[in-house]
Nanobody, 123 residues
Framework: QVQLVESGGGLVQPGGSLRLSCAASGFTLDYDAIGWFRQAPGKEREGVSCISSSDGSTYYADSVKGRFTISRDNAKNTVYLQMNSLKAEDTAVYYC????????????????WGQGTQVTVSS
């Protein structure tokens, strides 16, 4: 069984930064990719970024390229999302998720999900 726990969300002003963490436990070697997703009220959940558990390859949604960076610490079984130059449109609940198979930001392919952490960007 895989368990995922997100942390690091909060309230930040436009242009500010936050770093989200996703701590994984269980049989993490059985999973090939970890992704970050977000969902704003009344909106569909969308992919933000993902990283391969094996080779470290990454993918970013166009909306966050150049502003967000995904990384991993294999020793801690933790994946991070560094969010810089935050905009009001980044406000959402952010989730991490795990899957078998190649990296993708398509929500339907991820089998294991955390509970989410709220990110609010407002002046």
């Amino acid at each position: 069984q895989v368990q995922l726990v997100e942390s690091g969300g909060g309230l930040v002003q436009p242009g500010g930064s936050l770093r989200l963490s996703c701590a994984a436990s269980g049989f993490t070697l059985d999973y090939d990719a970890i992704g970050w997703f977000r969902q704003a009220p009344g909106k569909e959940r969308e992919g933000v970024s993902c990283i391969s558990s094996s080779d470290g390859s990454t993918y970013y949604a166009d909306s966050v390229k150049g502003r967000f960076t995904i990384s991993r610490d294999n020793a801690k079984n933790t994946v991070y999302l560094q969010m810089n130059s935050l905009k009001a449109e980044d406000t959402a609940v952010y989730y991490c998720a795990a899957r078998r198979g190649p990296i993708t930001t398509a929500t339907k392919w991820y089998a294991y999900w955390g509970q989410g952490t709220q990110v609010t960007v407002s002046s």
